[in-house]
């Protein structure tokens, strides 16, 4: 259907004039169309290969929403629903993929094109504004970057208009003059010195007014708003409207006056300076001609030496012999730029140094001045991360379990053997070529897993089923974190994975088996009901009848006894006596085998009459508060009642109890049993012991119905046990 829809199309297209054609097929833009019915790809024109880099052979017959990036679908969702609406939709920017991976930015344009009132097909255009909007960022960043510099250097920084009045500043330059911004506003720039600097001030600026040239390094002598004096150097900017014509002027102020201090301390005492250089961490060497004219403590007592060991020597004698050769290159050329090589102490030993060397002069004459600074210890560390970096990536490569790092937009940046033999792949080379979206069947399962990601940043014990390249399905367990790029974005997701496909297959084999098991329980616990009840009928009728005719005739024959036969009346008194008793025994034996109360008369007269027999034989006092009749089918009305007599059997063996307290409700569809006692307790270590076969046969009656049976010690001592089961079928209870 895809492919014909295309070839109408082109045919259309041909049909509407070979110069229309000829437009569409040159347009710079991406000129698209796609199928209103499916959303899949009917024309491309070359500009999309182009753009793109992808084959348009490729792409036509796929969804169009293939091409957009998965957090710009809901952008193209909403501008879809307006253009199956009849609706044009303009200037909307998706990013769409493009051949390397990476995605472009584009701005989209779109109709529909109607057919008997229904949209048959979308025609629309996207230009290429990833560069236009490159710049646009980087205009704005260069912006919040000026102004951020403006704000936070050292350095004043003033604007003022033609008059000299400020008019803009930052707050280092309030600082450095020592006037809180409110004055400073509008002040004039030659109230800060005195009537002769502000004539020389004002010739400097008037200098830029006429040349335009700016000025640079211009200094002079303020007076700051405490009296005190100061010095500060300048630059000196004309500013220009937008017509061209001068404005004002702008420019950076430095306060020098510490400078200009320590020039005249140094200009007082070379010896000062001297010092200076002593107290450097760095050592610090001046030769000329390669001869060591002075050195600093540090540098001698870097190499061993004394320093005045040290002037005299050739530079190139504390330099190794293997690295002379480079070293002396590197003087000749005057060469200015840090560059690593290795020291000679005067033991003999190497040492790792880093040289920044300058030309300069020295007693009037050229030399050149180097400070040199051990790193021996840096790449020492330098090679133990090299060793830590090499034992990772053995790690990585070695694991058992599927190591992988991937964007969010699904690239795989890296990945172990392991991971891709999870997926069926036979190299890592090819899973790191599919990317991660091919192991999902459903694209919204892998967004779903995303949004999750994005939200926690950390998911342990992630279990997913996935896709193998053959197709089949593949469960995984894997622990996985948002990492944060070097700008603080989270962009990388790093995880480990592991194959839990068998797992999951025996997990599901357990638990069909338990379901098949349970109910073959069931369906042995209904026959047995049924032949306990059979067996009790037939008890009933036959030999409970039996036992009534032989008492009657036993009867009638006492009385047909002659008088004198009073021996034959007291036997035939005790054998009277002795069948009441059987029938009795009869009767008690059927009613343990199937009550008949349970069959006639409900669960709740059942129980009642369990209670009373319970009560005489064990002597237990009981309180039984029952809930209004419900409509119980015979079988959850058996379990009920199963349940009870084992529970009271517990009661009456095990707890030394002298109460029972037995309570029935019924609330939202579900009935629940309680059943507490004041006696010892159930041990913990007994409620859930494979061992206690009726508690689990009582478990087993609630799993059964969809219920569930809880057993424990209650708060004020004894054992309270609650069975709660639905009273109807539940959707998914099978046939019984």
Known sequence: MTYIAATDFERELRMKGESYRALVEAAPDIIFAFSAANGNLIFLNPAFERITGCPRSDWIGKPFAYLIHPDDLHFATEALSKLLRGESVSRIELRIISRSGDYLVSEIGAAPEIEDNTVRRVIGFARDVTEHKRVDDALRRSEEKYRTIIQNIEEGYYEVDLSGAFTFFNDSLCEILGYPRSELLGMND??????????????????????????????????????????????????????????????????????????????????????????????????????????????????????????????????????????????????????????????????????????CMYGGRPCRLAAVRDITEAKRAERALRASGERYRLLFERNLSGVCRATLDGRILDCNDSFARIFGYNRREDVLSAGTLALYGRLSDRMSYISRLRESHTLNNLELRLMRKDGSPVWVLGNVSLVEDDQGDPTVIEGIWMDITERKLSEEELKNSRELLRALSMELQVIREEERAHIAREIHDQLGQALTRLKIDLALMAEELPEDGRHLLTRAAGMSKLFDATIQNVRRICSKLRPSALDHLGLTAAIEEELLEWRDRTGIEYDFVPCPEFNFDPERSTSVFRVLQEALTNVARHTNATRVDIRMTYKGGYVSLTISDNGSGIPEDQVYNPKSLGLIGMRERALQWGGKLEIHRATRGGTLIELIIPLRRLPDEPDR
Request: charged share 25%; glycine share 10%.
């Open 190 to 359: 030659r109230q800060l010195t005195d009537e002769q600097t502000a004539h020389q001030v004002y010739q400097a600026f008037n200098q830029v007014y006429l040349t335009g040239e700016p000025s640079k390094g211009y200094g002079y002598k303020i007076i700051k708003k405490d009296g005190t004096q100061g010095f500060i150097e300048i630059s000196i900017s004309l500013v220009t409207d937008l017509e061209g014509k001068p404005a004002g002027f702008r420019g950076i102020v430095r306060d020098v006056t510490m400078r200009m201090l320590a020039d005249e301390a140094l200009r007082e005492s070379e010896g000062r300076y001297k010092g200076l250089v002593d107290t450097a961490f760095d050592g610090v060497v001046i030769h000329q001609d390669g001869v060591i004219k002075t050195v600093n403590r540090a540098y001698a007592s870097m190499y061993g030496y004394t320093a005045e060991e040290l002037i005299g020597l050739d530079v190139l004698d504390v330099t190794p012999p293997e690295h002379r050769a480079e070293v002396a290159a590197k003087i000749a050329d005057g060469i200015e730029s840090r560059y690593e090589t290795l020291g000679l102490r005067k033991d003999g030993s190497y040492f790792n140094i880093e040289v920044s060397a300058k030309n």
